[in-house]
T-cell receptor
Framework: AQSVTQLDSHVSVSEGTPVLLRCNYSSSYSPSLFWYVQHPNKGLQLLLKYTSAATLVKGINGFEAEFKKSETSFHLTKPSAHMSDAAEYFCVVSGKGYSTLTFGKGTMLLVSP | GAVVSQHPSWVICKSGTSVKIECRSLDFQATTMFWYRQFPKQSLMLMATSNEGSKATYEQGVEKDKFLINHASLTLSTLTVTSAHPEDSSFYIC?????????????FGDGTRLSIL
């Protein structure tokens, strides 16, 4: 069994300030973890993934996430927010292979000028 | 690479009609495709998993006769919402998984916004 908890439903930041989107997971297997971004009326775009290699994962658009097994966390960060980062972000965990994805409830990132 | 095309992007139709949504993998063969439903301000809920050439596996609570899934080829899966009613209005998203052990995650289409009047 696996589950994902995104701790914040909404996060508001000012343009140019750091972004932190929090995610905790539980999994019976060694998990693979992903962050996806969804813009309005669009599908999901993969930002980054962790698959048991380096614990600090760098993704697209300046995002990165750190896998911390002891804390069962996979928080997403970005040093400086851009207006175009405003979107919904989903933390996702998979078990064996990628056939079973469990989605978090999502965090809406709001970026103000 | 790994592009998934979903069509149509928007559908508005009258109650009682059937609606077909197509999901195509454009540059790879997808042995497994997935259909998700997303209600406003909520996460994605898996509806069913389809494997090419076999019957789809539906998640608990999803009506098989309401949501017909066909995966006739390695590049196309279709979801047909039969006799649609306003409560079927939602955002439907498909994804495709490559079967070549490329260690790639599921690739998502852009979704279909279905509105039943």
């Amino acid at each position: 069994a696996q589950s994902v908890t995104q701790l914040d439903s909404h996060v508001s930041v000012s343009e140019g300030t750091p972004v932190l989107l929090r995610c905790n997971y539980s999994s019976s297997y060694s998990p693979s973890l992903f962050w996806y971004v969804q813009h309005p009326n669009k599908g999901l775009q993969l930002l980054l993934k962790y698959t048991s290699a380096a614990t600090l994962v760098k993704g697209i658009n300046g995002f990165e996430a750190e896998f911390k097994k002891s804390e069962t966390s996979f928080h997403l960060t970005k040093p400086s927010a851009h207006m175009s980062d405003a979107a919904e972000y989903f933390c996702v965990v998979s078990g064996k292979g990628y056939s079973t994805l469990t989605f978090g409830k999502g965090t809406m990132l709001l970026v103000s000028p | 690479g790994a592009v998934v095309s979903q069509h149509p992007s928007w559908v508005i139709c009258k109650s009682g009609t059937s609606v077909k949504i197509e999901c195509r993998s454009l540059d790879f063969q997808a042995t497994t495709m997935f259909w998700y439903r997303q209600f406003p301000k909520q996460s994605l809920m898996l509806m069913a998993t389809s494997n090419e050439g076999s019957k789809a596996t539906y998640e608990q609570g999803v009506e098989k006769d309401k949501f017909l899934i066909n995966h006739a080829s390695l590049t196309l899966s279709t979801l047909t919402v039969t006799s649609a009613h306003p409560e079927d209005s939602s955002f439907y998203i498909c994804s495709a998984e490559s079967g070549d052990n490329s260690n790639q995650p599921q690739h998502f289409g852009d979704g279909t916004r279905l509105s039943i009047l």
